[in-house]
């Protein structure tokens, strides 16, 4: 069946340092891939998405590029800040049943 | 005012007892999913339902029960809590057509924190 695999955490980082979150996937056709991000205490929120393959998903200076020959949607941002310590989540959506399957999920923690 | 909203917020029971997990939402969205989380393991879903009419169980639906209300209201009910069934629980909700092409995005409440002891 389908499958989100996602690099284990926790990922820590300086301020200003360069992100990088892997994600790959196991699907049959072609699904939307998305990121999510759950800050402390909060629940989940849409971080970015893609719907097809080469479609490049960006949000607050994230950015994700739908890759179907690697199967990878890989999260970057340039320069990280302290707000965004948070865990963050790849998942897919398969079009036959609308449904969403989930990566474990990654945390991310930012020192000043 | 928040779109998903989850009462309660945090609660404590005790093995055995009955517990009922409220979600509503404002969005007008058709679809409305459970899920829990559990550290390491991401999320998983334990029923879902495509209108007031359709309900579906999930990955891990033993031990769990749903009832639709109406289209902006789902909830989750424990019939009798066990220690396993401590997790974080979240609703989430979509739109029946997915959103400009985009299929599934989902909206989630801020969780119920849930400890059985």
């Known amino acids: 069946g389908d499958s989100v695999t996602q690099m284990e955490g926790p990922v820590t980082l300086s301020e200003e340092a360069f992100l990088t979150i892997n994600c790959t996937y196991t699907a049959t056709g072609y699904p939307s891939l998305f990121w999510y991000v759950q800050y402390p205490g909060e629940g989940l929120q849409l971080l970015l998405k893609?719907?097809?393959a080469d479609d490049k998903g960006s949000n607050k200076g994230f950015e994700a590029t739908y890759r179907k020959e690697t199967t990878s949607f890989h999260l970057e941002k340039g320069s990280v800040q302290v707000s965004d310590s948070a865990v963050y989540f790849c998942?897919?959506?398969?079009?036959?049943?609308?449904?969403?399957?989930w990566g474990a999920g990654t945390k991310l923690i930012i020192k000043p | 005012d928040a779109d998903v909203t989850q009462t309660p917020r945090n609660r404590i029971t005790k093995t055995g007892k009955r517990i009922m997990l409220e979600c509503s939402q404002t969005k007008g969205h058709d679809r409305m999913y459970w899920y829990r989380q559990d550290p390491g393991l991401g999320l998983r879903l334990i029923y879902y339902s495509f209108d007031v009419k359709d309900i579906n169980k999930g990955e891990i639906s033993d031990g769990y029960s749903v009832s639709r209300q109406a289209q902006a209201k789902f909830s989750l009910s424990l019939e009798s809590a066990i220690p396993n069934q401590t997790a974080l629980y979240f609703c989430a909700t979509s739109d029946l057509h997915g959103g400009r092409g985009t299929y599934n995005e989902q909206f989630f409440g801020p969780g119920t924190r849930l400890t059985v002891l």
């Open positions: 893609a719907t097809k």
């Open positions: 998942a897919l959506s398969d079009r036959s049943n609308y449904q969403l399957i």
